[in-house]
């Protein structure tokens, strides 16, 4: 989950970066899913936006973090994202 910095265009961001995470799926071989949801509540606890991520096994995952265009996702949240929470696991 990834909550962004509110000096922003909000939504525009929020936008760029789900279009951002979706071509992911384009590029790296080892990303079997993605799903990308943006938040639709207005209570201030809530995240903006949330990504799903599928793999065969960890070693996917793994080439996921280091792919280029992975990683200029990583870019572009250094720059807008206040907090984010994340959990990886194996089904």
Same mark, same amino acid.
């Given at each position: 989950?990834?909550? /962004?910095?509110?000096? %922003?265009?909000?939504?525009? /961001?929020?936008?760029?970066?789900?279009?951002?995470?979706?071509?992911?799926?384009?590029? &790296?071989?080892?990303?079997?899913?993605?799903? &990308? *949801?943006? +938040?639709?509540?207005?209570? =201030?606890? =809530? %995240?903006?936006?949330?990504?799903? =991520?599928? %793999? +065969?096994?960890?070693? *996917?995952?793994?080439?996921?973090?280091?792919?280029?265009?992975? @990683?200029? @996702?990583?870019? %572009?949240? !250094?720059?807008?994202?206040? !907090? =984010?929470? &994340? &959990?990886?696991?194996?089904?």
């Amino acid at each position: 989950m990834i909550k /962004v910095y509110n000096n %922003f265009e909000k939504q525009d /961001v929020i936008s760029e970066l789900k279009l951002m995470l979706e071509k992911l799926q384009l590029s &790296v071989q080892s990303l079997l899913s993605i799903e &990308v *949801g943006v +938040n639709i509540s207005i209570k =201030a606890s =809530a %995240f903006d936006l949330v990504l799903t =991520a599928d %793999f +065969n096994d960890e070693e *996917g995952l793994d080439e996921y973090r280091i792919h280029p265009e992975h @990683v200029k @996702v990583l870019d %572009f949240l !250094k720059i807008i994202m206040e !907090k =984010a929470v &994340v &959990v990886d696991y194996i089904i």
